[in-house]
């Protein structure tokens, strides 16, 4: 069996919730929603608040494009907290600080639009640092924290397409979880507005990262959803292609 989702325990003081609005109403032109091959503005929008990359360089469609397709693997340059975000709203790298990164890659804080359908992320050639990054040994890997509207169960995790949506408990004094992206589907039920959350996306320190999963699993036994492990790691023919997803230049070698 393998873990699909964990809560984990962090030190969590949430941001004002205005505070937040405000920031991404200011930066919101910043979004990544342009494109409906990355995003769809009718589900989500989300900016950027860290990236390895300049502000400037953020005004640059393709060079923010290939920060998301390549989020696991942006490590050629240094990394920066953007708009100045981490003053304005210090309990984000607070919470950061606070997770498995030895390298963070990129953070983007994220406005529910409507309803997210099943879904799963990433293929194995978008990592090219280090092959074994993909693996179901190192899931759950990627992380949310939810900024608010904590009482709705929206989030759900599914072992296919079509298969029961279960939905877990993220409340306030727990915002913070993992899940599997790769291997298993996610996706979102839209029940109010205003609900945001950050997405966290970086190269995991894989021992605090096990430690910190057992540690859920010892602490919150009954919160982890746990699926059968996939046949083959690499048989990607159950889940729908991201081919036309890639994006092969790379627009900082030019």
Same mark, same amino acid.
């Given at each position: 069996?393998?873990?699909?989702?964990?809560?984990?325990?962090?030190?969590?003081?949430?941001?004002?919730?205005? @505070?937040?609005?405000?920031?991404?109403?200011?930066?919101?032109?910043?979004?990544?929603?342009?494109?409906?091959?990355?995003?769809?503005?009718?589900?989500?929008? #989300?900016?950027?608040?860290?990236?390895?990359? #300049?502000?400037?360089? *953020?005004?640059?469609?393709?060079?923010?494009?290939?920060?998301?397709?390549?989020?696991?693997?942006?490590?050629?340059?240094? /990394?920066?907290?953007?708009?100045?975000?981490?003053?304005?709203?210090?309990?984000?790298?607070?919470?950061?600080?606070?997770?498995?990164?030895?390298?963070?890659?990129?953070?983007?804080? @994220?406005?529910?639009? /409507?309803?997210?359908?099943?879904? $799963?992320?990433?293929?194995?050639?978008?990592?090219?640092?280090?092959?074994?990054?993909?693996?179901?040994?190192?899931?759950?890997?990627?992380?949310?924290?939810?900024? #608010?509207?904590?009482?709705?169960?929206?989030?759900?995790? #599914?072992?296919?397409? $079509?298969?029961?949506?279960?939905?877990?408990?993220?409340?306030?004094?727990?915002? *913070?979880?993992?899940?599997?992206?790769?291997?298993?589907?996610? /996706?979102?039920?839209?029940?109010?507005?205003?609900?945001?959350?950050?997405?966290? *996306? /970086?190269?995991?320190?894989?021992?605090?990262?096990?430690?910190?999963?057992?540690?859920?699993?010892?602490?919150?036994?009954?919160?982890?959803?746990?699926?059968?492990?996939?046949?083959?790691?690499?048989?990607?023919?159950?889940?729908?292609?991201?081919?036309?997803?890639?994006?092969?230049?790379?627009?900082?070698?030019?």
């Amino acid at each position: 069996m393998a873990i699909a989702f964990a809560p984990l325990n962090i030190d969590v003081k949430l941001p004002d919730i205005n @505070t937040v609005e405000a920031f991404f109403d200011e930066h919101r032109n910043k979004a990544l929603d342009d494109d409906p091959n990355l995003t769809d503005p009718n589900e989500f929008l #989300s900016v950027p608040i860290y990236l390895r990359a #300049s502000e400037e360089e *953020c005004t640059d469609n393709d060079i923010l494009h290939y920060h998301f397709n390549n989020r696991w693997n942006t490590l050629q340059k240094s /990394g920066n907290y953007l708009y100045n975000v981490d003053k304005i709203i210090p309990e984000i790298p607070h919470i950061i600080d606070q997770l498995p990164y030895k390298e963070l890659t990129v953070v983007l804080l @994220t406005l529910q639009q /409507g309803y997210i359908p099943p879904r $799963y992320d990433t293929e194995p050639e978008d990592v090219y640092h280090d092959k074994s990054e993909i693996s179901i040994k190192n899931e759950p890997h990627r992380i949310n924290v939810l900024l #608010s509207n904590h009482d709705d169960h929206n989030f759900f995790v #599914s072992e296919y397409e $079509y298969s029961e949506k279960i939905y877990p408990d993220i409340p306030a004094s727990r915002p *913070c979880y993992a899940f599997t992206e790769r291997y298993y589907w996610h /996706g979102e039920k839209y029940t109010k507005p205003k609900r945001y959350y950050l997405k966290i *996306c /970086g190269i995991l320190d894989r021992d605090r990262h096990k430690a910190m999963i057992a540690e859920s699993v010892e602490k919150w036994p009954e919160e982890i959803i746990t699926f059968p492990d996939p046949p083959n790691e690499w048989l990607w023919t159950r889940h729908f292609s991201h081919d036309k997803f890639k994006f092969d230049r790379n627009p900082l070698s030019d």
